[in-house]
């Protein structure tokens, strides 16, 4: 049974971010999955400090809530992560979670270790913008997200973005809930996606 983990980078409980994250959830929910969803604000993870502990060991010396995340990272299948977008990026919740993950960045690249490379694991990244679209929106966001899930040996499957949520809220749009719930279901058959709302 595959395993998913799904991480909700905002700070702020059921509302936009979460709710296209539920949305995803409930159509996966449907297929024989075991989810577990982490709201990244209740837990507690410190800033990567560049110590170089991880170059030498392939560990991170920070003891925090991070430790937990890392099991996830090492056992999961499917790889969510929901985040606003904030000053054109992933949140900064989110963001503390992807710069520590310079541990697989070293554990690889710096002791030449074998993470997981070879296996069949996939990531989607769902962000929502409160300003109008503009074509360019989210790309330091995909930029970000890419290196992410390249550190943690995931393949990039596919982005859901929603634009103008300050103006219309993800709850009022029935067109996207379906389309997200869809994809949820049927997640490991699509190939790539990169859908703007």
Known sequence: MKKVIALMGSPRKGQNTDLILDTLLKGMSEND????????????????????????????????????????????????????????????LSKIVIDRCQKYFSMKYSLKKKYRK??????????????????????????????FFKSIDVKYLGNYFVSGTDDLPVQSREEVLKEVCSIGKNIENIKNFYLHR
């Not at 430790?67 to 054109?88: G, M, T, W």
């Not at 069949?120 to 970000?144: E, M, N, W, Y």
């Open 33 to 92: 999955y075991i989810i577990d969803k982490l709201y990244l604000k209740d837990l507690k993870i410190y800033s990567c400090t560049a110590c170089g502990y991880c170059e030498k060991t392939g560990e991170c010396v920070i003891k925090d809530d991070m430790q937990i995340v890392y099991k996830y990272f090492d056992e999961s299948d499917i790889f969510i992560l929901a985040s606003p977008l904030y000053f054109n990026t992933v949140s900064s």
């Open 118 to 147: 070879d296996e069949d694991r996939i990531g989607v990244f769902l962000s929502v913008g409160g300003a109008p679209f503009s074509h360019d929106q989210f790309d330091a966001s995909v930029k970000t997200v890419d290196l």
